[in-house]
């Protein structure tokens, strides 16, 4: 059996045993195609039907921080950003975020001053303090006493000052960073970012469906957000988002498609350039593939908020670190991934794995709620070995 075969029919089982709707799955190597397969519906209500294909339109939320993580180290490439100098110099609101210690005996947030500046550096590994209330329960009562717990992260960063939970680089923390680094691309390029984006990454790479607001050609392909029922069963959620989003959020904000999702992999693979066009210097991609947390390691992420996610963590046991904007495996996983590898996902169970080593990565596409169901995450571990089965 080829490759291909074997994607096809991980994906046609899914849809079968009723583990997704519909999915889609490539695997790439830097300039060449080894397995593009799709399955079942876009929605499982019947009159928003169509199937599922490599072009179908899926919200890719947090896969969108590898790429904002690429527009600010364009500019650290032009010498505009600098990893570790303060990033209040750009947003002076960081300066004020303090840490949140808990909480009085009104119940409201006791914050104190952080003990050191943020760096971009910071922001981009996911050590400068800032959470997810998704996966963090001080923060959720911390967003709920402030009357910000309705914001998307895009919102929050923009027009409020939030604390984080401990000071820079004490630990790793899962959190809206990215959507800061969002602000500073923007404010550092004087372009909104979906504008940077376009003339400086997506134009480029020809990613031409990828955007953070859908065109009518984009909303056509678009699939259905569904929600895993307690039978097991799913059901299409409509999740309103705004067609021209006031503030795009670099940590979650952008729609996309497996076809175009692996045309910036493949850039990544191509030590940054892809077909002859060049996004970043190789120095560059090297720089954001290395551990860049030292001895600090990625935790598990311990659910908040159930409806919208189980409890998270890829590869238990296994060590893992943080490049700029990516997990890296620092041991070989069951999958054949080696050490050294990247991944990361986005929070409607979408999926990308990178080996520079291999040359070899991929993205899996289902779209439900909550993040972490393990059904959809077996289909992409499953695409993800049958890959390293094949080399």
């Known amino acids: 059996m080829t490759l291909q075969t074997d994607v096809q029919d991980i994906l046609d089982r899914g849809v079968t045993a009723g583990d997704v709707v519909g999915a889609a799955a490539q695997v790439v190597t830097g300039d060449g195609l080894l397995a593009a397969a799709a399955a079942g519906d876009r929605s499982a209500a019947p009159a928003d039907g169509g199937p599922m294909t490599l072009d179908t339109v899926c919200w890719i939320a947090s896969m969108t921080k590898a790429i904002t993580g690429t527009a600010a180290m364009q500019l650290v490439e032009r010498g505009e950003l600098h990893l570790d100098e303060p990033a209040s110099s750009i947003l002076p609101d ?35 303090g800032f959470g997810y209330q998704y996966w963090n329960e001080s923060l959720l009562r911390y967003h709920r006493a402030t009357g910000t717990d309705s914001l998307t992260s895009g919102e929050l960063v923009a027009t409020t000052t939030v604390a984080a939970l401990f000071d820079p680089g004490e630990r790793w923390m899962y959190g809206i960073n990215i959507d800061y680094v969002g602000r500073i691309v923007e404010q550092v390029s004087g372009q909104r970012l979906d504008h940077y984006f376009d003339e400086h990454i997506l134009g480029p790479l020809a990613m031409d469906s ?26 299409a959620r409509d999740l309103p988002r705004s067609p021209e989003p006031e503030f795009p959020s670099g940590g979650g904000g952008l ?8 045309r910036f992999l493949q850039m990544i693979l191509g030590r940054g350039s892809r077909d002859g066009v060049r996004v970043l210097r190789p120095s560059t991609v090297d720089q954001m593939t290395a551990n860049h947390i030292g001895d600090l390691r990625v935790a598990a992420l311990r659910s908040a908020m159930p409806e919208l996610t189980n409890d998270a963590e890829f590869f238990p046991g296994i060590a893992k670190t943080w490049g700029l904007t990516f997990q890296i495996n620092e041991e070989p996983l069951p999958t054949g991934r080696p050490a050294g590898g990247l991944m990361w996902a986005g929070i409607a169970n979408t999926f990308f794995w990178i080996d520079m080593d ?34």
């Open 94 to 128: 960081l300066a004020d975020a303090g840490v949140l210690e808990g909480f009085d005996g009104d119940g409201q947030p006791v914050v104190r001053p952080a003990r050191g500046q943020i760096t971009l550096r910071h922001l981009l590994t996911h050590t400068a």
């Open 210 to 235: 990828t955007a953070f607001s859908l065109s009518d050609q984009m909303r056509s392909r678009l699939s259905a957000v569904h929600v895993r029922q307690p039978d097991g069963t799913l059901t």
């Open 255 to 262: 729609y996309s498609t497996a076809r175009d999702y692996c």
């Open 358 to 391: 291999n040359q070899v990565a991929g993205t899996y596409m289902s779209q439900q709620l909550p993040f972490g169901d393990a059904r959809s995450y077996q289909l992409y571990l499953d695409v993800e070995t049958a890959a390293y089965r094949s080399l």
